[in-house]
Each structure stands twice: as structure tokens, then as C-alpha cells.
């Protein structure tokens, strides 16, 4: 026995979108990067904002003696701070950094909350489409992921989380904007949402966490905004990172928020610190952290991923591939074409692999919890999107 | 119900060298760092070698495109390839990049490789004593930690390992230098431990994985040398780190290198990455394995860990402490000495809690699976050492 069977039947169903990042290098080495259109993956390909990469060469310059070492598993308290900050703009309540932990990007964030709060059997109830990755995160701690589906415009749908409401419900867990569908949850949901769980609580005697997952809260458009979890619900937990907004994701820095208005507040915090130790993140990387702790308001321009949004929607349009239009993050989820030439599965597995034949790389959404749809994430270059029209064009007319 | 029970318990049954390390850092508000004896952490007060603080500046200078994104979740070729040389200096073997995947820290590596092997119940064995976050990290992935006795010189006990050995058997985990103690296991003993392992294989069919975790590999005293496990043992994985050997702790980052001798090489690998990448670290951070790319044969100097063995053995010898002469790492694991003035508890917890009285923070052995011990980390200033003898004799003479 090599590695552990349930491993191995794991990895055999594992992510798509981390084998197409690697097919994707493959077919780039063989066509040359200007003829593969990889919309594969959420690697940012926006530079770091200036005020970051200024942060980044002072840091290193200055040479702080015991820089490296450890501090305490949940940060520096200079880092927590300054994040307590960043929380308190956005939630428009006063945060302090004891209710921050620092954490290796937000999947480390998150694994440290479920490691917290989740006792074996207990479910976490995700609206579908979500990130692929939370099932396994769940799962890590003896969780169970609990899909529920989203309307048709992929907005809440709280009589679906009402129905999957029981007394194994540790939490649930919101991603808005959403990957894959770009979806922001607007405040009025979030209300209803945060209603629905307080009389469920009150009904069970237990009452779930909200965890909201933002790591795309700043990339966003048409002027919406981000429901301030905070102000809505007392149990509400917020993990994040500077991944997506400052395109640091191979960085690892992420951080906790605890609602200090939560009775447990305290209790989780400590619990985070706790598991953030014990899984073996031991802390945040020191040296980002006190980047972070310089440039966490560092200015940022996401107008190109407005500009490469409309170019990508342009290009399907010509093609004929339907989409959902993205209110936030920098994904595109669209529907499987009919077919019109040849018959064969209508999966979204098979689109795109059809897709790669032209040399083009989706993610399929059966592993996103939605089949029929696939994502294409446009974090790449305009000239790669509009280089793209004739590819997608040809791919959807021999479909 | 705030956090997971199991999680509560587990925290207050939780390290104690957290809570001393912090405790510390009150300690010293009060009475001034000059007065606290913190001997608690094994947080390296050297600063980085000179040529890694190079490579930071360098690196971020450098400022390269796209260097803080997703790589593959092993981590950057370039840097695979420079571990792997430095394993094959280390071990006397070619080793290619293929075999090596980097990791958050070498907690972060010992994680992913018990999610890669361990099935639900399997066992790790382990001698006693041995670094407390063990027990966690085994259990993190369903499996359990089996302590054995070592020898009284705390060499390894080849027969104690083989009662241990069973059909739950996954692997056994070495760690040499040892923390606490220091102890460096022989080449005779290891090879003895291999034959153990292949001979419990060949009779029970199933071949224990032979675990080396090495982040004190290079902080070595009397000219001894690590035995290179991949000489001796198809099947060992070596786990590592810079946190100790470059004072990088902060910065997590470390490696997973796997004997590619071993027939299940690639399957371990493969687990090993997808375990990073499941388990929320994702891929070691971006601007260390880059750094570490640079420097990570850059010479560093111990003889102060040298001189600091020698004058904190002297302050004990004065005091009349009993302890183990470490033969690498920088702790000094020692006896409670026996009560000669008061009664009670001959616990090492009751006599760091009376050190603690003088201002000498220590960790009590029962976390590390050794009663009546307790741990002293030398990685402090030269002064701190000396002017610590004072309060160790008091300390004794009270006692």
C-alpha cells in the first residue's frame, strides 16, 4: 500500500482545475504561449499594486533583526491590527485585532475554522455553484459539505438553505463575489439569510456560523457592494486574503475575523490560533505579513478586469456560448451549448475537452457543484482574450 | 456550543511551550527582557546567514513578473531542483526535483505526508521523547501517535520499536538531532531500524515508511553526522526545513523529499501534493522558495550554538541540574533535580512552574513523552545564559 486508498480514489476525482493549470504549462511549452487561450485557473495576472511592491523591497531592505522567527500562531499584532482596520472600513464597525488571526491564505483560514468548530458529522451548507476545493476542506475535519442550489440568476435561494437547516449544521459558508458565477449576494439576502439562521437557532438551540469568504470583496463592478456581514449577524466569521486583490495568491496570506459582537467570539478566536498551530501553519509567512502590515490600503486598479470582462463576453457572444454576466471576481460561468453538429454527451466535461482541441482551457462545473456550466476565469492577458475569437468560434461551430 | 468540544479539550490539554513563549512575552513587559531567562521556544535568536539576507534583498529588487502567483502546487521547479541538490549532497545520492515537494514549513510537510499515507487507525510509530505537535499532526489525519522508550542515553531501543511494530503500522518517525534531547541517532542504528522495517514488511506484507524529520540536520556538535536514511531504506521520506539551520521559522517554508529508491516514489509524490493542496497550504509561499532558490547552500556559522552548550551546562553544573549532553539542535533536555529544602511534586510541571518564580521560563517533558524532564532552549543570547546562573542556583536551592 503506497498511499492511503482513500487518497488515492480522492485524487483520482480531484480538482480539474489544477490539471489543466499543468496541462495548460505543457501546451504552452508545445504551441507557444501566444496560441493557448488558459482560462483555466484563478492566478492573477495583474501585477501587484504598486504601493505593494514598494511595501515588499522596504521590507526587505530595512533588515529588521528577528524578522523571520516566529511571533505568536496569530500574527503579529501590528498585522492584526492593521487588518482589523481594513475590517472595520468595509463592515463599518469598530474591530480590534484580537479578533483577527492571521492564516496562509484564505484555504488556510478556512481549514482553521473548520477545524475549530466542526465536530465529526457536522454539515456546512454551501449555495451551488461554490468553490471546488471547500468539499475537501470540509472533509479535512470530519465535516460534511452540504450543497444547496441557487436561483437561476444563482442569488440565494433561503428556502433551499431553510430546507438543509438541521441540528448537524455547524455553519453556513457564503463566497460573494462567487467563484464561479461572479454572483454578489445583495444585502437584502444576506438579511433573510441572517434571519432564517437566528430563528433556526433559537428553534434547535444551535445556531450556525456565518462564514463569509471574500477574498474577492474589492474586485467588483457596476458600482454594487458587498453585504457587511457583520452589521447583519452576531455569528458571523469573515475569511479573506490579499490573493485576489493584490494578485499575491502563491504568497499564502490570508487572516480570520470574528465578530466581536459573537457570544463565542473569543472562544473561536482562540480555537483558530489553536488549530492555525496545530495543522501545521504554525503562522502566516512572517516577512508578508509585515508587507501586509505596511500596504494593507494600498491603492489598486481592477479596471482591466472590467475591460477583459467585456472583451470575454463579446467573444462569446460572437461564438454563441452562453453566460452568466459576472458582478464581481474575474470569473465567467457559462452553459454548455446545444450541440448543431455532431451528438454526444452534453456534459460540461466533455465541452471542454472539445474546448482544449482548439486549444483552450475551462474548468467543467460538475466539480464547482453544477453540471451543464463550465468557468472560464479571464485573469489573463486582453491580447489572450481577444486572440481567443476565432478559437471559441470554430470550437462552438464544430460542436 | 462555541468551538468543537474536542477541539476545547484538546486546548487545554494543549503545549505548553506556546503558552510559555507567551507568558514570556508578558514576563518581560513587566520585569525587562533584560531579567527574563526564556528558555521556552526554539525560535533561533541568530539572525539568517548573511547570504540569505542577500538573496531577500535580491529577490526583491528583482522584482520579476508574476513571482507572487500560483505555481504548481509542489512548488517552482527551480526550486525542487535546488533541494533536490541539496539532497543528494546530504544523502550521497542523485536525486532529481521530481522527488522533492515544498511545503509550508516542515509542520506543514509531516502534514501532508500523513494525509498521503495515513488510513483511519493506522499508527505512527515514534521514540520517546519527541517534538510535542506530533500527536496533533498524526491525528489530524486519523491516525495515532505510539511512543516507545529509547535507551537511557536516549539512542534509539530497536526492540521497543519492533513490539511496537504491527499490521497498523504506516511508518516510524525519527528525528535527529532529536527535540528534546538533542540525541543523534548512530548509522549502526539506523541501519538496524531499516533491517527491523524490511523484516516486519517481508513477514506481514505491509513495509512501514521510515519518517526523517531533519530541520537540525545542519547544527551538529563533536563532528558527528546525520545518518543518510536514503543509504539505508528504500521506502524513507525526509521532511525538512530552513527555520532552524537559516532562523527562518516565521517564513514556513520546507520540503518533502522522497527516497526515490522506493517503488511507491511517484504515488507518494503525487499524494503529496494533492495532501498541500487539500489541506489548504496550497504551495509553500512564492517569495521564499524563490529566496531559498538563491541561497539554499549559503554558509552559516553555529559555534555560537556551540558556546551556548557550554555555558548553559556550566550554569547547570553550578545549580546542580541534572541533564542529557545534546549532541546537535539547541536544547538542553534535564532532570528534576531532587527536592532538598521543600516537599511535593517531583514533576518537571511543578519545577518549571518554580522556575518560573526566578524568571526562568522551561517546558515540562510530559508533552514530549518524557515524566521527570524538561526542555531548555539555548537558541538566547549569550548573556541571557550567563546572567540566568544566579537564578537557576536560587532556583535549586529552594527547591
Not at 81 to 94: H, R, V, W
Not at 244 to 272: H, Q, T
Request: some cysteine.
Amino acid at each position: 500500500m503506497a498511499i492511503a486508498p482513500h487518497i488515492k480514489e480522492a485524487m483520482s476525482g480531484s480538482s480539474f482545475i489544477r490539471k489543466m493549470f499543468e496541462d495548460g504549462i505543457q501546451l504552452k511549452k508545445k504551441f507557444g504561449e501566444e496560441n493557448v487561450f488558459d482560462f483555466s485557473l484563478g492566478n492573477p495576472d495583474l501585477e501587484p499594486p504598486e504601493g505593494v511592491i514598494t511595501a515588499i523591497k522596504e521590507e526587505a531592505a530595512a533588515d529588521v533583526k528577528g524578522s523571520h522567527g516566529y511571533m505568536p500562531n496569530p500574527g503579529y499584532p501590528e498585522t492584526r491590527a492593521a487588518i482589523a482596520k481594513k475590517i472595520s472600513i468595509e463592515q463599518n464597525k469598530q474591530i480590534s485585532g484580537d479578533n483577527i488571526v492571521m492564516s496562509v491564505g484564505a484555504a488556510g483560514a478556512l481549514n482553521s475554522v473548520f477545524k475549530a468548530i466542526l465536530s465529526p458529522g457536522d454539515e456546512v451548507i454551501v449555495p451551488a455553484p461554490f468553490f471546488v476545493e471547500y468539499r475537501s476542506y470540509a472533509a479535512n475535519h470530519g465535516g460534511k459539505l452540504i450543497p444547496v442550489p441557487t436561483n437561476d440568476d444563482f442569488s440565494l435561494n433561503i428556502n433551499e438553505i431553510k430546507k438543509a437547516l438541521s441540528q448537524k449544521t455547524a455553519a453556513v459558508l457564503i463566497n460573494s463575489p462567487n467563484n464561479p458565477t461572479g454572483k454578489v449576494y445583495s444585502d437584502d439576502d444576506i438579511i433573510m439569510l441572517s434571519d432564517t439562521l437566528t430563528a433556526h437557532g433559537e428553534a434547535c438551540g444551535r445556531k450556525p456560523y456565518l462564514i463569509a469568504d471574500e477574498p474577492y470583496r474589492a474586485i467588483i463592478y457596476n458600482d454594487l457592494h458587498i453585504a457587511p456581514v457583520f452589521q447583519y449577524y452576531d455569528d458571523a466569521i469573515i475569511v479573506s486574503s490579499f490573493a485576489k486583490d493584490f494578485s499575491l495568491p502563491g504568497e499564502r496570506l490570508g487572516y480570520i475575523a470574528v465578530n466581536p459582537a459573537s457570544s463565542s467570539a473569543a472562544d473561536v478566536i482562540a480555537a483558530c490560533g489553536y488549530a492555525t498551530r496545530v495543522l501545521g501553519y504554525v503562522n502566516a509567512p512572517a516577512f508578508f505579513q509585515r508587507v501586509i502590515a505596511r500596504c494593507w490600503d494600498a491603492k489598486a486598479d481592477y479596471s482591466s478586469y472590467v475591460n477583459r470582462r467585456n472583451s470575454l463576453t463579446a467573444v462569446l457572444n460572437k461564438a454563441g456560448i452562453p453566460y452568466a454576466e459576472p458582478e464581481g471576481a474575474f470569473y465567467l460561468f457559462c452553459k454548455v451549448p446545444e450541440r448543431t453538429v455532431t451528438e454526444g454527451e452534453m456534459t460540461a466535461g466533455a465541452f471542454c475537452d472539445h474546448l482544449k482541441k482548439y486549444n483552450i482551457l475551462g474548468v467543467p462545473g460538475a466539480g464547482f457543484g453544477k453540471e451543464g456550466w463550465f468557468r472560464l476565469a479571464y485573469c489573463v492577458s486582453e491580447k489572450t482574450i481577444v486572440k481567443s475569437e476565432a478559437a471559441f468560434c470554430k470550437a462552438r461551430k464544430e460542436w
